[in-house]
């Protein structure tokens, strides 16, 4: 009599347990649609933080120095943007071991007319992995990382571009260059992410 009761027990349990293994695998398989839905739509880059500042040095076509008011020295990487490539310099030589692209130089000092001793407001919207603030820059109502790429000074950063800047910065490129500006002007334009890669030259993402 107490063995059937110990079957009937242990039936009871084997029962539970399948039961219980039943909806960790359904609650987990749940879990991944979910996430994976969430991971396919974009999500939208909103400011860290905000600050104002003065460039005090034009590194490149999408790269800044800044003082802030407090003297804090930030090096700024601008959003949504890429640039020409220009000479890069060995460190202890200073003779140039990896040429610019083409429009590189001019991509620099269309920056540096803008903004270059002047007062700025950036929106940091992320850093990378570099520590590089990267930021959104406001000289008045003027929106730079966008007038660089409507201007042809540098292409839309397709890779790093997300909402609400996406669709405004891809217009702006493509008004680029249905017109020729700058780097679409060229005939064998390269992409900077693509001559990095070719040279390998770290630092531009």
Known sequence: MNFRYERLDLSQRLLEMHSRIFLFRTFTLLFVILFLACAS??????????VTGTVTKIVDGDTVHLTTPEQTKLKIRLYGIDAPETDKSNNKTGQINKPGQPYGE???????NKIMGKKVK???LDIDKYRRMVCMI??????INLE???DGYAEA???????????EFLAAEREAQSARKGIW??????RPRVYRKRLKISGGE
């Open 41 to 50: 739509i974009p999500t939208s880059k909103a400011a860290i933080r905000t």
């Open 106 to 112: 001019e991509s620099m000092n269309a920056l540096a």
């Open 122 to 124: 950036v929106d940091i």
């Open 138 to 143: 406001y000289l008045d109502d003027r929106n």
């Open 148 to 150: 660089m790429i409507r």
């Open 157 to 167: 950063f397709v890779e790093y571009l997300k909402p609400p800047y996406r669709e």
């Open 185 to 190: 002007s060229l005939p064998d334009y390269e």
